[in-house]
């Protein structure tokens, strides 16, 4: 299940980026109303071709230089842009902006081996315990590890082979050993265990800058290398850094296990894996800190990925400009540090986990942001599902009249 997570963010992180702009854009009214139109219409014809759950729908919201527009579809009672949803893989977002401030203010620099010495500390990056004796570790550079050119093999997506001598040989260690063999849903992961996989059995794909192979538990690595620069969790430093600073106060970063809901309000999610549509709204997410855990609303998430990528905030422009370059060897993938490009749309992310599939991004070159949020993963058609996300994020910047190419 975990791989189609995978699939889902390397087919919708591929396309490339066409981005416009126009001067005469139309006046917020006409946007919202037109954006309201378009998505009913949409949704409604992918519904009836998909047989979505009636509890299902589709958010869109724009922030534009003249105003906000926001439009929903499909759902059986109100909901807006201030409802809390599992933004996924946006989440990397936030870990990569984290590492990059931490460049900025020189406590790290992102050139350097994970098995460098921290700058005015006398530790590693990572740790020297057996748990991280993963394979070409000395080879391997943090930048690597944030545009998914270390090679680290994805614990959470990818099948331990089945060659290997462990007992979950052969499955996802999350996911079909954890969770199914071993039925421990309140399981609580750490990043020790996680990265832990990979050293015992050796894992990768290749060596250091081989290929692009994206990667949730080379993420994890990156905030094990947050907490040892900054003393703090995780969670703790990208909410006093980033959450609080920039009025997110919609949004969190749970690791607990026990924390399986979502604040109030919410947003419903469902997964069709095959055999139909269920709820699937309350989750463990512990496995999924620094790559995939953050809470948000389409609102707040909107406000992060444009405040970031102006480099209005915490990353300043000559670090943002870092992040949104595309390394050599990425330009099919169009994936740069954290960031990706997409086509028609602009710089920023998708995510998808267990109910959940959603786009941020943000087009520098007419200041307009975009967010499309679908409480539905159908596990069954996630590329069309993964177009469909897309297109929506297309239309909305083609009705507010941002559609010329740059």
Not at 92 to 97: D, P, R, S, Y
Not at 239 to 264: D, V
Not at 350 to 371: E, F, I, K, R, W
Not at 394 to 406: L, T, V
Request: net charge negative; charged share 15%; with cysteine.
């Amino acid at each position: 299940m975990y791989k189609i997570f995978k699939r889902i963010a390397i087919v919708v992180s591929s396309v490339l980026l066409a981005a416009c702009g126009s001067d005469n854009q139309p006046q917020p009214n006409i946007v919202q109303q037109q954006l309201q139109d378009v998505l009913v219409s949409k949704y409604a014809a992918y519904t009836s071709a998909n047989n979505l759950p009636e509890n299902a729908g589709a958010l869109v919201y724009i922030h534009t230089p003249n105003g906000v527009s926001v439009a929903t579809a499909g759902f059986s009672s109100h909901v807006n842009e201030n409802y809390h949803f599992r933004i996924a893989s946006n989440t990397k977002t936030f870990t990569a902006a984290a590492i990059m401030l931490l460049d900025q203010q020189k406590r790290l620099n992102i050139d350097d081996h994970v098995t460098d010495t921290i700058p005015n500390k006398a530790i590693p990056y990572l740790p020297t315990s057996p748990s991280y004796q993963i394979p070409y570790k000395s080879s391997i550079t943090i930048k690597q590890l944030l545009s998914h050119r270390a090679g680290v093999f994805d614990v959470t997506n990818d099948p331990v082979p089945p060659s290997s001598n462990a007992v979950y040989a052969g499955k996802t260690y999350v996911e079909e050993y954890i969770y199914k063999t071993l039925g421990d849903g309140d399981h609580q992961f750490t990043f020790d265990e996680l990265v832990g996989v990979n050293a015992v059995n050796q894992l990768s794909y290749w060596p250091p800058d081989g290929g692009y192979h994206y990667s949730n538990t080379g993420y994890s690595l990156l905030a094990v290398i947050i907490e040892r620069v900054t003393g703090q969790s995780y969670g703790q430093f990208i909410a006093e850094t980033f959450f609080a600073p920039m009025g997110l106060n919609a949004t969190s970063a749970p690791w607990s296990s026990n924390e399986r809901a979502l604040p109030q309000p919410f947003m419903r999610g469902f997964s069709n894996t095959g055999d139909g549509y269920r709820e699937t709204t309350e989750d463990n997410m512990s496995a999924n800190v620094a790559e995939g855990n953050i809470i948000s609303t389409a609102a707040d998430l909107a406000t992060w990925i444009r405040t970031l990528l102006t480099g209005n905030g915490p990353v300043n422009k000559s670090q943002v400009a870092r992040m949104i370059t595309i390394p050599p060897g990425n330009e099919q993938k169009q994936y740069a540090l954290g960031i990706s490009r997409y086509a028609d749309i602009g710089y920023g992310h998708t995510g998808a986990h267990m109910g959940y599939m959603s786009l941020s991004a943000y087009n520098p070159q007419d200041n307009l942001t975009v967010v499309v949020f679908l409480p539905f993963l159908d596990f069954t058609k996630v590329d069309k599902q993964g177009e469909f996300l897309l297109g929506l994020g297309k239309e909305a910047r083609k009705i507010a009249g941002h559609m010329e190419p740059w």
